[in-house]
């Protein structure tokens, strides 16, 4: 049997999700159909995200887009101590891995990426060059390099290493605890907090 369009127009565009299936979204749209209130405020909120969620203009966190200053609530806590060190992550979810260890009080980079030759991504299309300006201008004394242990992370590491040593950081690598090719946003706390506890100068 056809379900109705006004039906399936929904569980199709549901079915774009990340581990959503056609069953899935098929059972979302059931569960959505007897619930018109909770339906109401997804889409309220879905319909309003993209104007309301800005871009840290300083590390490129996600950041509330009414807030004047353009900046992200990390890098507006000035009660953070340690703003001579910088971590510098592939994307958002990363850096919620690491602030939910709890141990670093310094600030972040995102690069929304890792340098891909195969997938066409080269430094221009992350935020390296404005990761170069930061390190300058704030006079960051270690970056701490926290993107994943696989060959593009890497690659990426090795890249910022060699980008940032002429200008006088210390550059370290998250290591110890990091199985090769894992995903940081998907390791538990306390692999992460070793992880950043147990960085190292980045070997060459
Ligand atoms: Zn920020």
New binding site residues.
Partial sequence: MRLPAGFSDATEALACLPGVGERTATRFGFFLLERPDATKAIAEALATMHQRVGT??????L?DAEVSDG??????DTSRFDARTLCVVETVPHLLAIERTDIFKG??H?LHGVLSPIKGVGPDDLHLPSLIARVQRDEITEVIVATDADVEGEATAAYIREILLPLGASVTRIATGVPMGSDLEYLDGTTVARALMGRKPQAT
């Fill in positions: 840290c203009g300083q590390c490129y966190n950041a900046l992200c609530e990390i890098c507006a600030t972040y995102v």
